[in-house]
Every structure is written in structure tokens, then in C-alpha cells.
Antibody, heavy 120, light 113 residues
């Protein structure tokens, strides 16, 4: 059974960097079949794709966030990570990690989500 | 970027009745080389992550009840719940995975009338 679990600080100050990690179990991030994504959902709102990473370290980002985002993978720890720089209150959201079934494919497994609040 | 627009934003349906949700993409998500529509549907219940229901516009994910069905091609798609059950109360999202980015519709909230 594939499981994804987000972890990281729940409170980040404006202008600082949001950092989250997604631990994967029941599958290997080294699997060349899948892509590993971050998706966020502001409270009471819809879903926004942030970007994905492949096991090689290759990435693809949402153009609206690209200048502030880095997604990386650590195959030795079977996890991948999100960094979002220069955050504002608009970045307050539930952040999900998810597995994408292929290069162009839907998301079949999701973590439970990590709520990150941006506030001083 | 592709824009996904769902309608309606919310709907209330009686138990056992049909619920229909529409999704329109700003450009075609049909890939001509394999004749596949790069379109998925998700269900999100309160306090839970989204759950994949349908992909390739009409392929039901394993374990999804057959009262859920997807249809459409190109730019216009529909998710149908043939006989609404109490456990189907949720927000439903369409999502395209055609290009380099991924875009979701704004969501449709389904409630019991």
C-alpha cells in the first residue's frame, strides 16, 4: 500500500521560506514510472498544482510559482521536498504531496496534507 | 495555460437521483496520436485529500462504484453520478494533464436536497 506523509513547520513568517518534506512508503521514488508532485489548497478554496520532480532530479513547475519554488528528491531517504521562498499570507494553504501515475497522468495517491500558515 | 471551468458551482440532488457535473477546457485535451483525453475527475470529502475517480475521461479507477461515470471528448466533459448516495456528498474537481502543467477546475459541491 503506497503512503505519502507530509511534514514540516505549520507556521512561517512572511518573506521567509516554506519547507516541506514528503516521505514515501510502499513504493520507491526511484521508480521510473512515477512523478512526484506538490499541490496546495488555500482554506475553503480549490486545488493548485505547484510542480513535480522525477527521480533523476528533473522538475517542472507551475509558471505562476516558478520563480519562488524548488522541488527536490532524496532517493536515499525515499522522500521529496518543497521549498517556497518569499512567502506571503496568500501562500497559506493545505499542502499535499501526491504521486502522478506517469509523465502525463493523473494523481493516484495523495498525502493527508500539511497546513502551513504564513503569519508574523 | 489551459483553463478548466466547471458548472455548476454547486448542486443539490435528491437521494437516488442523477447528478451531472460539467467541465470545459479552454483548449482540447484530446491527444490525436493515441485518441486519449487527458482528463481526470476527483472527489474530495471534508477533511480528506482528493480521491481519483475517473481518468482518461471515462476510465473508472479501481474500487470506484459504477454509479460514477465520465464522458466527453476534446473540450467538454461530464461526470455523472447515476443514483446519488449519502456518501457521495463532496466537492468534485476535474483536472487536465495534457501539457507541461496541471490545472484543476474550481470544484463543484454536491449536496443532498
Amino acid at each position: 500500500q503506497v503512503q505519502l506523509q507530509e511534514s514540516g513547520p505549520g507556521l512561517v513568517k512572511p518573506s521567509e521560506t516554506l519547507s516541506l518534506t514528503c516521505a514515501v512508503s510502499g513504493d520507491s521514488v526511484r521508480s521510473g514510472r512515477y512523478f512526484w508532485s506538490w499541490i496546495r489548497q488555500p482554506p475553503g478554496k480549490g486545488l493548485e498544482w505547484i510542480g513535480y520532480v522525477y527521480f533523476t532530479g528533473g522538475t517542472n513547475y507551475n509558471p505562476s510559482l516558478k520563480s519562488r519554488v524548488t522541488i527536490s528528491v532524496d532517493t536515499s531517504k525515499n522522500q521529496f521536498s518543497l521549498e517556497l521562498r518569499s512567502v506571503t499570507a496568500a501562500d497559506t494553504a493545505l499542502y499535499y504531496c501526491a504521486r502522478e501515475m506517469g509523465r502525463t497522468a493523473p494523481f493516484d495517491y495523495w498525502g493527508q496534507g500539511a497546513l502551513v500558515t504564513v503569519s508574523s | 495555460d489551459i483553463v478548466m471551468t466547471q458548472s455548476p458551482d454547486s448542486l443539490a440532488v435528491s437521494l437516488g437521483e442523477r447528478a451531472t457535473i460539467n467541465c470545459k477546457s479552454s483548449q482540447s485535451v484530446l491527444y490525436s496520436s493515441n485518441n486519449q483525453n487527458y482528463l481526470a475527475w476527483y472527489q474530495q470529502k471534508p477533511g480528506q485529500p482528493p480521491k481519483l475517480l475517473i481518468y482518461w475521461a471515462s476510465t473508472r479507477e479501481s474500487g470506484v462504484p459504477d454509479r460514477f461515470s465520465g464522458s466527453g471528448s476534446g473540450t467538454d466533459f461530464t461526470l455523472t453520478i447515476s443514483s446519488l448516495q449519502a456518501e457521495d456528498v463532496a466537492v468534485y474537481y476535474c483536472q487536465e494533464y495534457y501539457g507541461n502543467t496541471r490545472t484543476f477546475g474550481q470544484g463543484t459541491k454536491v449536496e443532498i436536497k
